[in-house]
């Protein structure tokens, strides 16, 4: 008996259809959390860490800046205020997010801060700043939170604060707050008793002195400053 072998037979038809590839993301961290376990924590996650400067917060995952403390990180800089600038910045993005690691307990930290002052910050970057705060238990529980934030579709932004969710107000503080020495508070001031932003740069020198003081030289030198294309 003759055996006769056939060759397969190739559908012409049928599309070979290959997935495409999706690059991994990176996980944005800034220079100043080396010190942190959390990059080696989303390595071991098999993350893409890259440190960077970041003017905003500590990681960027995806479009989310997420700002990191300890609970001690926590109380020091809300008793030297550096905290509320930080939360201010962080309020004027789209997405963002402060996570606190260690338990929701912070007497036995420092007993002499009162807890429902601490209560009250908490409540204030929540509601006023529109932060949303997370309890991690350690390090390693906030580099899973970053994997399951990395793991969702959405679109990458830039690093820098959006001012589309800003109101008249804010825009016009905004502006004044990238001039050296030029806080929240001076802004306001400053637009309280000169109105415009026009009138504010064409002030007199004497009336710039009386609202800022010795800052007042550095905000001057910078408006009269000469662009240097080269």
């Not at 008249?168 to 309280?192: H, R, V, Y």
């Amino acid at each position: 008996m003759k055996i006769i072998y056939q060759k397969p037979i190739i559908d012409i038809f049928s599309k070979n259809k290959r997935k495409k590839e999706i690059p991994q993301q990176k996980i944005l961290v800034d220079h100043r959390e080396n010190k942190s376990s959390v990059p080696d924590e989303l390595k071991k996650l098999g993350l893409i860490v890259e440190f960077k400067e970041l003017k905003v917060g500590d990681y960027q995952v995806r479009n989310t800046i997420i700002e990191r403390k300890t609970r001690q990180d926590f109380l020091s800089s809300m008793v030297n205020k550096r905290l509320l600038r930080q939360t201010q910045d962080l309020s004027k993005l789209d997405k963002k997010l402060l996570i606190i690691e260690g338990e929701n307990d912070f007497s036995e930290i420092n007993p002499r801060i009162n807890s429902n002052a601490i209560r009250g910050f908490m409540l204030s970057i929540m509601l006023k700043n529109k932060i949303p705060i997370i309890f991690s238990e350690n390090q390693k529980e906030t580099a899973k939170f970053m994997q399951l934030i990395i793991n969702k579709k959405e679109k990458e932004i830039s690093l820098n604060p959006t001012r589309s969710n800003l109101d008249e107000k804010q825009q016009l503080e905004f502006i004044l707050e990238a001039f050296p020495g030029i806080g929240p508070k001076t802004s306001k001031k400053l637009l309280e008793e000169l109105g415009t932003i026009q009138n504010i740069i064409n002030a007199p020198k004497e009336i710039l002195e009386k609202i800022l003081g010795k800052k007042s030289e550095a905000f001057l030198g910078l408006i009269g400053r000469k662009y240097n294309s080269r």
